[in-house]
């Protein structure tokens, strides 16, 4: 068995690892600094889960290929149930530690107020504060069931606290079952609160179920964590078991005999003979719910209870989801770097700069999508396997995309007002005589005759003084008309007259020029 070394690292280029929160059958917990989050973020403290499949001491590559598609998978579902009372994933990657070798990470939101374990050993938890917890556990389950997840280890260690306290959030779906299949069903779970579907203490017997994972897996689960949020006693003696009695120390309690009931029928050994949704569940629970709140208070009366769960939520949730991660085995890592079209460059630490002894010191993390490892050996006969992950291809942030489109849309808006200003001025200056009148070259010519004699002049009104007279009959061509003043070309006169035109072109009076065509 060999763990990570990540002492005092800058993970990625951003996270500072701070210290081990602990480890499991296949990953290592550790809480980290998130430098590019502002101190008041309630992000500004994260968690890393990293996959170690190196804490199997018989590894293979089936083995490796199941962890990975477990790491995977968890972070497919916790993606797809996004949820106030379901723990969010805020990103992943992959990098090597201080020894060199790979690992697959999952950035997860840290909170601070321990699990529902811890709780209940500290004898905080009261019979109103379980029936909240349980109301939002059941408000997270609800919401993974509609999804299609059932998570398999609902217990009191995977049931986590915000600072406050008032906010629980599910987490570990390591071994949640993404998909609805027939495929054969795994052993997991804790044996007090694992079902006998999946526990691992009937690994090899048959299930009268036919094998098919069903929603009341989590609700045995979800109701022996009931019974020790309610009594503050773990369900030991019902281990894979129906509760069919509850601890002495709350067999008086009014609600004791209504729960009992209720969590009998939930830890049934046959699946379809429980609550088969969090629905019914929840409201094969409202009598107890009821006690409770009034055991509480100091008036009886009897309160309207919520029908369906509802959720809580803490600061900093958003229902968006970062980019999928797609993760893979070292054999699949050790693709040639030609057809993969990855960086052959070997992955060094680089030292920070030296600084005061008493201040930790955080050694960056290489990544693997700047860097591709060197070729090693085959990891079963010569080294351990190094798991890494091929990202696919960076897409430019969505907050350059989005500055990019503003300053577009600025350019194009100072575009259409300049230009707006810009025609607005040469009507106004052509409307006073500073610039002349602008003619469309490719518009069609209009030709039209005089209907008598009229005087030619310079411009479009009669205070101008002639400069020839058109006669009768005369065909002239319309250059571009003016408050019912035609500017024409003389094509040629109806009659010779003396003193000849001293210029083809000139203003006539509409009224005088009869149309051809018209």
């Known amino acids: 068995m060999r763990e990570l070394s990540l002492d005092n690292c800058r993970l990625d280029k951003r996270y500072d690892v701070e210290r081990q929160l602990g480890r499991g059958s296949y990953a290592e917990i550790f809480v980290a600094r998130d430098t590019l989050a502002s101190p008041h973020s309630p992000h500004h403290q994260v968690v890393i889960?990293?996959?170690?499949?190196?804490?199997?001491?018989?590894?293979?590559?089936?083995?490796?290929?199941?962890?990975?598609?477990?790491?995977?998978?968890e972070a497919t579902a916790l993606d797809r149930v996004r949820h106030p009372n379901i723990i969010s994933r805020l990103g992943h990657g992959t990098a090597r530690d201080l020894e060199g070798m790979m690992f697959h990470y999952l950035v997860l939101e840290f909170l601070e107020g321990g699990d529902l374990h811890k709780a209940w050993r500290e004898r905080t938890i009261?019979?109103?504060?379980?029936?909240?917890?349980?109301?939002?556990?059941c408000a997270g389950l609800r919401h993974a069931h509609r999804h299609d997840?059932?998570?398999?280890?609902?217990?009191?260690?995977?049931?986590?606290?915000?600072?406050?306290?008032?906010?629980?959030?599910?987490?570990?779906?390591?071994?949640?079952?993404?998909?609805?299949?027939?495929?054969?069903?795994?052993?997991?779970?804790?044996?007090?609160?694992?079902?006998?579907?999946?526990?691992?203490?009937?690994?090899?017997?048959a299930h009268e179920n036919g094998g098919r994972l069903t929603f009341a897996a989590d609700i045995y689960s979800l109701a022996k964590t009931a019974y020790t949020l309610m009594t503050s006693e773990a369900p030991r003696f019902f281990a894979n078991n129906s509760i069919t009695e509850l601890p002495i120390s709350v067999r008086n309690e009014e609600w004791a005999d209504e729960l009992k009931r209720v969590l009998n029928k939930a830890t049934l050994s046959e699946p379809a003979e429980r609550h088969q949704t969090i629905d019914e569940f929840w409201t094969d629970l409202e009598e107890v719910r009821r006690m409770v709140a009034e055991?509480?208070?100091?008036?009886?009366?009897?309160?309207?209870?919520?029908?369906?769960?509802?959720?809580?939520?803490?600061?900093?949730y958003t229902p968006l989801a970062p980019q999928q991660p797609r993760f893979n085995t070292s054999r699949e890592l050790k693709m040639p770097a030609r057809a993969s079209g990855a960086v052959t460059a070997p992955l060094r630490a680089h030292a920070l700069p030296r600084r005061d002894p008493a201040t930790p010191v955080y050694r960056p993390m290489p990544r693997v999508e700047d860097h591709w490892p060197t070729p090693q050996p085959s990891p079963i006969e010569h080294s351990p396997p190094?798991?890494?992950?091929i990202e696919p291809e960076q897409k430019p942030p969505a907050r350059k995309k989005r500055r990019v489109l503003r300053s577009f849309v600025t350019f194009a808006l100072l575009l259409v007002l300049f230009a707006g200003v810009l025609y607005g001025t040469s009507v106004y200056l052509r409307g006073i005589g500073i610039l002349p009148q602008v003619t469309n070259p490719f518009a069609s010519a209009r030709y039209g005759r005089a209907n008598t004699d009229v005087n030619l002049r310079p411009g479009p009104s009669a205070n101008n003084e002639p400069i020839g007279v058109v006669t009768r009959n005369s065909r002239v061509r319309v250059v571009r008309t003016e408050n019912n003043w035609y500017e024409v070309d003389v094509m040629e006169q109806g009659r010779e007259r003396n003193p000849p035109l001293p210029t083809k072109r000139g203003w006539l009076s509409g009224r005088y020029i009869d149309m051809e065509g018209n």
Do not use: C, M, W
């Open 49 to 73: 889960k990293a996959l170690n499949v190196f804490l199997q001491d018989d590894l293979d590559p089936e083995l490796e290929r199941t962890l990975v598609e477990n790491f995977q998978n």
């Open 126 to 137: 009261t019979p109103k504060t379980a029936i909240g917890y349980i109301e939002q556990v």
């Open 149 to 205: 997840i059932i998570h398999r280890d609902i217990k009191p260690q995977n049931l986590l606290l915000n600072e406050d306290r008032n906010v629980v959030k599910i987490a570990d779906f390591g071994v949640a079952r993404v998909h609805q299949t027939d495929a054969p069903i795994t052993r997991v779970g804790t044996n007090i609160y694992a079902p006998p579907e999946h526990s691992p203490l009937f690994a090899g017997a």
């Open 386 to 389: 190094q798991p890494a992950f």
């Open 295 to 316: 055991s509480e208070t100091t008036t009886h009366v009897r309160r309207r209870l919520d029908e369906l769960p509802q959720p809580s939520v803490s600061k900093g």
